[in-house]
Each structure stands twice: as structure tokens, then as C-alpha cells.
């Protein structure tokens, strides 16, 4: 997933993804890493708490993503349908955001 990462992108990732060669690729494709680093880190590194923060209403889309039954277990193998349902999933996702924020 690293090589198709474009220019002027952020790349966030957990701690455990903080190396120099994750660093060094990110900085050849042109690309902001948001890694926090590691406790044994001895270089310093731009970080932002607020952008990495954002990481997590990725990881609770994902999260409610699969309690759908048809997406976690991948009944369609076709990736055309697969993303159909995925779409149609997070339709209904943010459907129940929106009622319970109303």
C-alpha cells in the first residue's frame, strides 16, 4: 500500500510503524508521515496529536463497517459488488449518525 502513496498525502500509522525505511519511503513519494515515535527513538520527527487523532474516526468506521455480516465474512467475491455493499453500508451507517445527532 506504501508504493501507490501520492505526493502531498499524510500517512498516518500507530507506533509500532515508526522505522526509517517507512520514513525515508514516505519522504521519497513526497508524503507527510504522522507516526508517533517509538519510546527508544532518538532522532526527532514533526508529529501532530490533532491530525493523528483524526486516525481514530477511521478506525470507528471500520470497526462499525464490520458488524455487517456480508462485509466482514465477504460473501461477494465479485470486488464490483463487494464495494456496492460497502457503499450501501456506510449509506446506512451515516443514516444512524445523522438520526441520533437530529
Avoid: C
Avoid at 501507490?4 to 517507512?22: E, G, K, W
Avoid at 527508544?40 to 496529536?49: C, D, K, V
Avoid at 456480508?70 to 449518525?97: E, H, M, Q
Amino acid at each position: 500500500m506504501l508504493e501507490v502513496l501520492q505526493p502531498d498525502t499524510i500517512l498516518l500509522a500507530d507506533r509500532a510503524y515508526d522505522s526509517d525505511a517507512i520514513r525515508s519511503l514516505a519522504a521519497q513519494k513526497r508524503a507527510w508521515a504522522n507516526i508517533p515515535p517509538k519510546k527508544n527513538r532518538t532522532g526527532s520527527f514533526s508529529f501532530s496529536r490533532w491530525v493523528y487523532k483524526q486516525r481514530n474516526l477511521v478506525e470507528r468506521y471500520f470497526n462499525k463497517l464490520k458488524h455487517f455480516r456480508g462485509i466482514a465474512t465477504r460473501y461477494d467475491r465479485d470486488p464490483l459488488n463487494f464495494l456496492t455493499a460497502i457503499k450501501l453500508a456506510s449509506v446506512r451507517i451515516w443514516l444512524r449518525a445523522y438520526e441520533s445527532a437530529a
